[in-house]
Nanobody, 124 residues
Framework: QVQLVESGGGLVQAGGSLRLSCAASGRTFSSYAMGWFQQAPGKERDFVAF????????WYADSVKGRFTISRDNAKNTVYLQMNSLKPEDTAVYYCGARGGTGIVTAAGGYDYWGQGTQVTVSS
């Protein structure tokens, strides 16, 4: 089992940057592919970014491509989301998820474990 704790959210002006972190418990972090998702009030949890177990493959939603970067440090059991050029429409709770299966998965249902989320608010 994996426990995930997100941090790094906050209030930022449009055009600003934030770096989210997701710390995982357990010794098997490198066995899981990781994803970041966003969920705005009244909306579904939407895919943002994916990273494979060894960090060699990444995938992004079109809406964040070129602005967000996902990375991981398996020695620190942590996955990151660097968010630049933030827009008001990026405002949401951001969740990290861990996936034990193979392949790039952009559906929230394909992830086995979730953190509690961290709020990101971008003001115009």
């Amino acid at each position: 089992q994996v426990q995930l704790v997100e941090s790094g959210g906050g209030l930022v002006q449009a055009g600003g940057s934030l770096r989210l972190s997701c710390a995982a418990s357990g010794r098997t972090f490198s066995s899981y592919a990781m994803g970041w998702f966003q969920q705005a009030p009244g909306k579904e949890r939407d895919f943002v970014a994916f990273i494979s177990r060894n960090g060699g493959s990444t995938w992004y939603a079109d809406s964040v491509k070129g602005r967000f970067t996902i990375s991981r440090d398996n020695a620190k059991n942590t996955v990151y989301l660097q968010m630049n050029s933030l827009k008001p429409e990026d405002t949401a709770v951001y969740y990290c998820g861990a996936r034990g299966g193979t392949g790039i998965v952009t559906a929230a249902g394909g992830y086995d474990y979730w953190g509690q989320g961290t709020q990101v608010t971008v003001s115009s």
